[in-house]
């Protein structure tokens, strides 16, 4: 991500995944290497289904900081 603003816990972010899908994930807290959080939207899910990531909605996951592409919604 470009360092034009850092992202806080409660923050929507659009990244990118190894699965070759985009999905808009809010941020829990911050780890070494990027941050946990859950997926928000329901075609996101999907596309990660599609390509063999068995996720839920309820499901905590990890985005790394070179993922993530851009804040969507500051919390």
Not at 56 to 75: A, G, N, P, R
């Amino acid at each position: 991500m470009k360092k034009q603003t850092s992202p806080k816990p409660g923050d929507i972010i659009l990244a990118d995944s190894f699965c070759d899908c985009k999905v808009r994930v809010v941020l829990t807290r911050e780890e070494d290497g990027g941050w946990w959080g859950y997926i928000t939207a329901a075609e996101d899910l999907k596309c990660l289904r599609t390509n063999e990531v068995k996720l839920t909605k309820s499901d905590e996951t990890f985005v790394f900081d070179f993922h993530i592409i851009k804040i969507i919604q500051k919390s």
